[in-house]
């Protein structure tokens, strides 16, 4: 299927505009979601590994590949996701105030070094929106797929009132989740990753576990995993200082990396702004995916994400210590059952990650 993808589906999508041909993607998915049977059969035989489970963050994910956030923003395709062999998928990043993104042209191919730069902006029909539509999909946690909701901090809000953003989605989504993403790295929304600084940080995820805690005694339920999700920019200090804010406020794992700003080789004469995914970005996440697992000794869970394109390159993830990995522009180069594939070549190691 890959070469086919390569040889015949990619080079059509590709004459279009890069937004066209994600759009005409998940207008696709979003059809075959709909069809819930096929799904579940394909999802069945997809996920399938020949390996047992893997168990993280009470979580039981049925392989090691997820669907990094960005793709299905809305909440619209997650179920088709799944079907083509995802072991779980991140919807998101979704804001609380619906939002149209950046000015287009903001997404730009470079197949040559199959990578991307996006400055999407969080484009999304806000939490209310993805609520209902999680809701109207039955996407409950505890499901054969773990979904992840991926919150961030609508333009329109200040810094100053960003937590209040974060809380309110966090209410508003928990329901469907089966762990919350907090993205606090993205580059295209002003101030964004600056929450990432200690004083930000402190009360986003003081008030962000309160609200956890306070749904959970209400409730009688578990608290909902909360997973950090970092900049490759950081430096190791700075991602020093974020591992213990982690530890401190109990926070479940972490997701290492969202895309970068910085422009390596041949991309130091590329003047797209933006943030930079896919291959170029590997070797940055595994430094920092090794570095959190030295850091804190192999016991906080790491979802590896960055150029993962290959069997090779999401070993390479693991190896560095990650304990699941996800992806997002290597689908886009390899094609939809990219995730099938890595998945199976992931299963005889999982022993070890139970
Ligand atoms: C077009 C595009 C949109 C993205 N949107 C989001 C987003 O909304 N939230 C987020 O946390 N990450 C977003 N990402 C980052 C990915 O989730 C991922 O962290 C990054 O692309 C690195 O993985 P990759 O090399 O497999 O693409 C986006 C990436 C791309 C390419």
Redesign the pocket.
């Known amino acids: 299927m890959g070469f086919y993808y390569e040889r015949v589906i990619r080079p059509l999508l590709f004459r279009l505009d890069p937004e066209k041909a ?1 759009d005409f993607g998940v207008t696709a998915l979003d059809y075959l979601g709909r069809i819930r049977f096929l799904c579940r059969f394909m999802e069945s035989v997809n996920q399938a590994t020949g390996g047992r489970p893997i168990e993280l963050m009470g979580i039981e994910f049925p392989n090691a590949v997820g669907l ?4 299905d ?1 809305n909440g619209r395709f997650w179920r088709s996701a799944a079907a083509l062999g995802f072991g779980h998928v ?1 919807v ?2 979704v804001t609380w105030h619906r939002q149209p993104g950046n000015e287009r042209p903001r ?1 730009f191919r470079y197949p040559e070094n199959a990578a ?1 730069i ?1 400055r ?1 902006g ?1 484009n999304n029909d806000g939490a209310e929106a993805m609520a209902k539509r999680l809701k109207a999909s039955l996407c409950k946690p505890g499901g054969q797929t773990p979904v992840g909701v ?1 919150i ?1 901090k609508s333009k329109i809000t200040s810094l100053d009132h960003a937590v209040e953003d974060y809380v309110k989605s966090f209410h508003m989504l928990a329901e469907f989740a089966d762990y919350i ?1 907090i ?1 606090v ?2 580059p295209n929304t002003p101030d964004l990753r600056k929450l990432q600084s200690a004083e930000h940080l402190d009360v986003l995820l003081q008030e962000l576990t309160k609200a956890n805690g306070n749904r959970a005694r209400k409730l009688g339920e578990k608290a909902k995993p909360l997973v950090l ?1 970092i900049a490759p920019d950081l430096s190791f200090s700075e991602i020093e200082g974020i591992l213990q804010r982690i530890e401190a406020y109990g926070i479940d794992g972490i ?1 290492a ?3 970068t700003i910085e422009r390596p080789g041949p991309f130091s004469q590329v003047k797209e702004s933006g ?1 930079l ?2 291959r170029p ?2 070797r940055r ?1 595994l430094e920092i995916v090794n570095y959190i697992s030295r850091s804190t000794k192999g016991r906080l869970p790491i979802i590896g ?5 290959s069997p090779e390159s999401a070993g390479a993830m693991v190896d560095a210590g990650a304990h699941l990995v ?5 689908m886009i180069y390899r094609g939809p059952f990219l995730a099938k594939q890595v998945a199976r070549a992931l299963a005889p190691r999982q022993k070890k990650w139970i």
């Not at 996800?326 to 290597?330: A, E, K, P």
């Open positions: 994600h990094a956030a960005g793709m923003k991140e998101g990043t997404l991307i996006n999407m969080f991926n961030g993403a993205n790295s993205s999700k997701i990396t969202n895309t943030g995914s896919g970005l590997h996440s994400v960055g150029g993962v394109d996800q992806l997002y522009s290597g």
